[in-house]
């Protein structure tokens, strides 16, 4: 069992940046795949982010390259989430998920975060 608990999330005007945390419980950290997802209203759930358990390999969303930098510390189980540049695009509910296989779908991930809600003023 997993618990993943996010923070970070505000609000921020339109070229600004936030910076998100997903602290995870547990011993297994390590050995998940980590994914940051986000919700906007009356849209389906998204991919923003993913990194492989020991971060030689990440995904970004077409959307987001160049500004988003997802990273993690096994050490202390937290996987983050820097976003510069904000647009009102990226407003939205973020959730850090956690899933045993990978991927880019909801289905693929295991376990989530209660969400933070990211919001960006024009």
């Known amino acids: 069992q997993v618990q993943l608990v996010e923070s970070g999330g505000g609000l921020v005007q339109a070229g600004g940046s936030l910076r998100l945390s997903c602290a995870a419980s547990g011993r297994t950290f390590d050995t998940y795949v980590m994914g940051w997802f986000r919700q906007a209203s009356g849209k389906e759930r998204e991919c923003v982010a993913a990194?492989?358990?020991?971060?030689?390999?990440?995904y970004y969303r077409d959307s987001v390259k160049g500004r988003f930098t997802i990273s993690r510390d096994n050490a202390k189980n937290t996987v983050y989430l820097q976003m510069n540049s904000l647009t009102p695009e990226d407003t939205a509910v973020y959730y850090c998920a956690a899933s045993r296989t990978g991927g880019l779908r909801t289905e693929h991930y295991d376990y989530w975060g209660q969400g933070t809600q990211v919001t960006v003023s024009s």
């Open positions: 990194i492989r358990q020991t971060a030689v390999s990440t």
